[in-house]
C-alpha cells in the first residue's frame, strides 16, 4: 500500500522561509514517473506547484517560479520543497502527489505566511 507522508508546513512571516518533504513508502523507485507538489487555498482549486521527474528534470509554476525550488532523494524517495520569499498569497494546504501507474495523494500539510 503506497502512503506518502508529508512533513514542514506551518507559519512563517512573509519573505520567510519553509521546507516541505514528502516520503513515498510500499513504492519502487523504479516505478515513479514524478514527485510533486499543490497547493489549495480557501474557495479555490488544487493548483499545481512543482514537480520533478525520475532524471530530476524539474517543472515550476509560474506563481512560483525564482522563490521555490523542488528536489528528490531517490534513494529515500522523497520530494522537497524549499519556499523562499514567501507571500501571503501562498498559505494553502500543500498537498504531495506521486505518480506512478497511479496517481497518489498526500494528507495535506498547512502552510500559512502571516505577520
Known amino acids: 500500500q503506497v502512503q506518502l507522508t508529508e512533513s514542514g508546513g506551518g507559519l512563517v512571516q512573509p519573505g520567510g522561509s519553509l521546507r516541505l518533504s514528502c516520503t513515498a513508502s510500499?513504492?519502487?523507485?523504479?516505478?515513479?514517473?514524478?514527485m510533486g507538489w499543490f497547493r489549495q487555498s480557501p474557495d479555490k482549486e488544487r493548483e499545481f506547484v512543482a514537480r520533478?521527474?525520475?532524471?530530476?528534470?524539474?517543472t515550476i509554476a509560474d506563481s512560483v517560479r525564482g522563490r521555490f525550488t523542488i528536489s528528490m532523494d531517490h534513494n529515500e524517495n522523497k520530494v522537497y520543497l524549499e519556499m523562499n520569499d514567501m507571500v501571503p498569497e501562498d498559505t494553502a494546504v500543500y498537498y504531495c502527489?506521486?505518480?506512478?501507474?497511479?496517481?497518489?495523494w498526500g494528507r495535506g500539510t498547512q502552510v500559512t505566511v502571516s505577520s
Open positions: 502527489n506521486v505518480v506512478a501507474t497511479k496517481r497518489y
Open positions: 510500499g513504492i519502487a523507485t523504479e516505478d515513479i514517473f514524478t
Open positions: 520533478v521527474n525520475a532524471n530530476d528534470y524539474t
